[in-house]
């Protein structure tokens, strides 16, 4: 079955927010517009957050959020990627309002989903299928994600599903039981700390062999000095700034490179 099989409903929530990390957003960098998108799946409602470059024909991308749930930290990732000119949205893994603060909360939300990989998979088709409603060519789209959307990315690009590329920063690279790379149509970009206390160097390494033997194209590249979530600049305690400058400046060539 199609993941764009699974028909999902979307409305529009007026808002803006333009708000860029000035810090890694190009002095070229395009108008956007922002809009807070509630849609449903499974009868659920989910809350996500559409970022829209002032280009024709941008490409799509869609974000996958932490373990936080889709943050002001996303969205302000999905605004630095619609002011380098794609169309960005960042997905809602949890359902709107839930967004968890305590450690057995997260811990619980991620388990459901990782547990259930064909909720995971719908979730994913229904996102994709907002992403397809606004105007976008979401098979020749991008999905990246963050520590937990990272694990969420590499499901998508398990799944068969075509797209230019899967993207995990930080993400959980280990192979869940029973599944494989075989039908895998996309290239796949992995960012890994080597300091990841989280992810062992070793799943890491354990999936670039897989993907060779898969024949997958790929590229993978690890920092020195980098712990899980190295790119939260919300969190002094992770962030490593040379990183994350470097791993978000390999990722905006990727993809200039992907649609030229």
Partial sequence: MSLLSKSSTCSLIAGASLSLFALTVSQ????????DITYTVDNQNYEGYYAKADRPSAPFILLIHDWDGLTD???KRADMLAAEGYNVLAADMFGAGIRPTEMADKKRLTSELYDDRTKMRRL?????TVGQQQGNNVRNGTTMGYCFGGSVALELARSGFEQKA???FHGGLELPTGQNY???R??????HGTADE?????DFTALGKTLEASQVPHEMITYSGAVHAFTDFNNPDRYNARADERSWNRYLTFLEDSYK
């Fill in 73 to 75: 930290y996303e969205k």
């Fill in 182 to 184: 075989n039908t895998t």
């Fill in 28 to 35: 070229s960098a395009l108008a956007i517009t922002a809009t």
């Fill in 166 to 168: 899967f993207v995990p």
């Fill in 198 to 202: 989280a992810v062992p160097l070793e």
């Fill in 124 to 128: 994913l088709a229904g996102a994709l």
């Fill in 186 to 191: 996309g290239e796949i970009l992995v960012f």
